[in-house]
């Protein structure tokens, strides 16, 4: 059978495993969506929020790209941010990064690709320009690591700097933000750090 038609009945199947489990689940998701976290992780299809965190359709609102950046001139990070913060009030923000990531290891590599991409991954490489002496120090592979974590601080730094973040604090609005890590090999999430919730 054609593939993408498995996929169409797949889904029919879930839909209906749903629907018997929970007869108003559907309905009453399409009313209103209501998540406490936002996701803001790395495109690579091994690291999928909801499944990784057990949770269900309306649990968590997702951003995602390749190597989990957040560039404060980027309309499309900010929007999802600003989206999920003022009109959906999540009180978490957790920015997820994954060992072995092909965006990270591409920028320490310096590749060179073809645009948009090589743009895209700039903040990265400079971050590797930055932190040469630290990197060198390390071996192959803890340097291919510690470079996806500090990422992640990294990028939790910009989500903390964007003017959406800062007037929710200033505002009183409970907002959390974490920095977390996934490992491909074992399937755990590990917190990088202490999270933040309020202007430093
Ligand atoms: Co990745």
Redesign the pocket.
């Known amino acids: 059978m054609d593939t993408l038609k498995q996929l169409l009945n797949r889904n029919q199947a879930w839909a209906e495993s749903v629907r018997e489990e929970d007869p108003e689940f559907f309905a009453r998701l399409s009313a209103q969506q209501n998540p406490k976290y936002l996701w803001v992780g ?3 299809s091994r ?1 999928p929020a909801n499944q990784i965190m057990g949770l269900a359709p309306g649990e968590v609102f997702v951003h995602r790209n ?3 950046i957040v560039p404060l001139d980027d309309d499309n990070a900010l929007s999802v941010i600003q989206f999920a913060v003022q009109a959906l009030q999540v009180q978490h923000i957790i920015v997820c ?2 060992y ?5 290891q591409a920028a320490l590599d310096n590749v060179a690709l073809d645009p948009p991409v090589d743009d895209w991954l700039q903040p990265v490489k400079q971050m590797v320009k930055d932190h040469r002496d630290d990197l060198d120090a390390l071996g192959e592979q803890e340097r291919a690591r510690s470079l996806c974590e500090w990422n992640v601080l990294a990028q939790m730094k910009q989500v903390c700097k964007t003017s959406i973040v800062q007037s929710a604090w200033a505002a009183g609005q409970s907002l959390r933000i974490h920095g977390w890590i996934y490992d491909l090999n074992d399937g755990i999430l590990k917190p990088l750090c202490p999270s933040v919730a309020s202007p430093s």
């Open positions: 790395c495109s690579d690291v390749i190597a989990n990064g994954h072995g990531c092909g965006g990270v």
